[in-house]
């Protein structure tokens, strides 16, 4: 069945998902209040409340009984597992993951782009001591990320506005880019080379360089990056050693996807 935009929404589920929204954007925050989410939802505490304990009856919320807030419950968690798991590229992808992280000892990310965010499906980690905190899970934005930018970059420039255009491109390093017009620029700069940079532009002291895993119509589907701390991942490192190694194996993935150059 197609989804018909004149189709009135069921407004127990709208809200539900809106609560669930307040919860994916929230950052460094974890719980949240009654009283909070009645505000961010714009509903009486009385509704918020309800709808909070029938979401906690099928496990996808649960109460914190120390401070009486609420968070994500391990219902969110199978079903997100479920959706990864349906993702046939991620067991695809591992074992060549695995050999990337071999041959440079550098973090290796998969993740999608989904709606000018990167969400990161798995990591295979570096055995260094000195390594990046895991995004797996989250979804960040993809403009100041290597694996969300080389993705973009495959994108229309009507698609990049229908993403951006108004938007507040939101400042999280020196290195963050934060305007339209730069950030085109990048992309172009991109495509041009079909791999991306993120040089601190998300984290401080982090670098990462990501190539893209297409389809057999060529489209990025997903990205690999190698993501390492900025003194390790220098520009030498990463174009004679790092990046040769990863786009070696997106290739593999990519033809293994039905893509052939």
Do not use: W
């Amino acid at each position: 069945m197609v989804y018909k935009p004149d189709v009135k929404p069921v407004q127990s589920v709208y809200h539900a998902l809106q609560l669930f929204e307040v919860f994916r954007t929230a950052e460094n925050k974890d719980e949240f209040g009654v009283t909070e989410l009645s505000k961010s939802l714009g509903l009486h505490k009385n509704n918020v409340f309800r709808l909070l304990a029938t979401l906690a009856s099928r496990g996808y919320i649960e109460q914190n009984f120390n401070t009486e807030n609420y968070r994500l419950g391990i219902g969110i968690f199978n079903l997100g597992q479920k959706f990864v798991s349906k993702l046939g590229i991620l067991k695809l992808s591992r074992p060549f993951m695995e050999k990337i992280v071999a041959e440079v000892n550098e973090s290796v990310y998969i993740g999608i782009l989904r709606e000018g965010n990167v969400i990161y499906l798995d990591i295979v980690e570096t055995s260094l001591p000195v390594r990046v905190v895991s995004r797996v899970g989250k979804d960040v934005p993809a403009y100041c990320t290597a694996i969300g930018k080389v993705q973009l970059a495959y994108s229309s420039e009507e698609e990049i506005n229908k993403i951006y255009m108004g938007a507040r491109l939101k400042r999280y390093t020196d290195n963050t880019i934060t305007s339209l017009p730069v950030l085109k620029k990048d992309l172009r700069g991109v495509a041009e080379n079909d791999y991306a940079l993120d040089n601190q532009e998300f984290e401080e002291r982090v670098r990462c360089v990501a190539v893209p895993v297409k389809d057999y119509l060529g489209i990025p589907v997903a990205a690999l990056s190698v993501t390492g701390p900025a003194c390790r991942m220098t520009d030498e490192r990463i174009m004679n050693q790092i990046l040769p190694v990863a786009r070696k194996y997106a290739r593999e993935i990519s033809k293994r996807l039905g893509y052939h150059e």
